[in-house]
């Protein structure tokens, strides 16, 4: 079986934000294989308004295909307590799970150059998560 590696960004900005990040790790190490993540940190909302958020990043192989790996994190993200973005309460995120590397292909441009991501992208990079991949 053929696996692609594989990385996501994860935050939250709810009262229960490092519970959110913890259960969402335990998820993605069942979902993923060879699995990696950075610490978890608190980071600044974007917008500079809302609730700060506790994030990470994972990197991990997958066989599944990168439609197919989105909807099992949006899945896990509706079953956990988020609602669509435009029906859910101003600036609360409850969980978030973005595909944002897929196969060596940056999918999610805008993530990939948020300080919110490359904090933990750097930090996997520096415990050499990507090496065994060359």
Do not use: W
Request: glycine share 6%; charged share 30%; proline share 4%.
């Amino acid at each position: 079986m053929t696996t692609y590696p594989c990385t996501i960004g994860l935050g939250s900005n709810t009262p229960d934000r490092e519970e959110q990040i913890q259960h969402a790790l335990v998820f993605l190490g069942k979902l993923l294989a060879d699995v990696k993540h950075s610490s978890v940190y608190e980071s600044k909302a974007f917008n500079g308004i809302d609730d700060p958020y506790m994030n990470a990043v994972v990197h991990g192989q997958t066989a599944l295909e990168p439609e197919k790996l989105i909807d099992k994190l949006k899945e896990y993200e509706s079953d956990h307590g988020r609602v669509n973005k435009d029906s859910e309460p101003k600036g609360n995120v409850s969980i978030d799970l973005d595909l944002v590397i897929y196969n060596y292909r940056i999918l999610r441009q805008e993530d990939f150059q948020r300080h919110y991501f490359n904090r933990g992208y750097r930090e996997l990079l520096a415990d050499g998560a990507f090496v065994s991949e060359a």
